[in-house]
């Protein structure tokens, strides 16, 4: 059974760090493309940023470049997002996913429900 889990969320004041992490199972990330997005309360959920299954080519959404970084460990089977530097509007629940092609990370509505983790709460407030 293909699963996702995220963690490492939590709630941080302005200019504080964190780092998610998302482990999967039942499949190898290897062969999958992994993104991140967001949704905030009222918001549209947004790709943050995304990581080719090889790890060669990232993507990020203008508002997180040089302070959100994406990797992953094929081998741990694991994702992770770096946050530096955190501020308010970055405060909502981040999801991870993955995708045999590394283009349907661009949107959400490109990946299917069984490809999600169940998202962890990012709180950005002093």
């Known amino acids: 059974q293909l699963q996702l889990v995220e963690s490492g969320g939590g709630l941080v004041q302005p200019g504080g760090s964190l780092t998610l992490s998302c482990v999967a199972s039942?499949?190898?990330?290897?062969?999958?493309?992994m993104c991140w997005f967001r949704q905030a309360p009222g918001k549209e959920r947004e790709r943050v940023a995304s990581?080719?299954?090889?790890?060669?080519?990232?993507e990020y959404r203008d508002s997180v470049k040089d302070r959100f970084f994406i990797s992953k460990h094929n081998n741990k089977n694991t994702g992770y997002l770096q946050m530096y530097n955190l501020k308010p509007e970055d405060t909502a629940i981040y999801y991870c996913?993955?995708?045999?092609?590394?283009?349907?990370?661009?949107?959400?509505?490109?990946?299917?429900?069984?490809?999600w983790g169940p998202g962890t709460q990012v709180t950005v407030s002093s």
């Open positions: 990581i080719s299954n090889d790890g060669f080519l990232t």
């Open positions: 996913a993955a995708s045999s092609r590394y283009s349907d990370c661009s949107d959400y509505t490109y990946i299917p429900p069984g490809y």
């Open positions: 039942g499949f190898s990330l290897d062969a999958y493309a």
